[in-house]
């Protein structure tokens, strides 16, 4: 069986970019398993209602571009130069 609890925390917010880190604890059969992963939102209303992308009158737009392997640190030094931009 399959089950998988993830708990989102905001940590950093500027310019309405938003920086959220996302811990997960998937079970599979009796092995649990725990990961942390990050994404960077440029677009607080989009994150608050889930949608990571859309297409409008042909236009594709990307809110969310997810950051997995990497610390916390260096993340945050990414979203500092993105919410600068």
Known sequence: M?????VRTVLKEKN???LARIDSVVN???QKYEGIRFE???DRE????????ECIDGQ???Y???YAGSSE???IRIFEKRSEA
Not at 2 to 6: A, D, F, I, S, T
């Open 2 to 6: 399959l089950v998988e609890n993830e």
């Open 60 to 62: 594709n737009y990307i």
């Open 46 to 53: 989009k994150f608050e209602q889930g949608i990571t992308d």
């Open 64 to 66: 969310c571009s997810g």
């Open 40 to 42: 960077i939102w440029s």
């Open 28 to 30: 599979i059969g009796d």
């Open 73 to 75: 640190e260096d993340v």
């Open 16 to 18: 309405n970019y938003l």
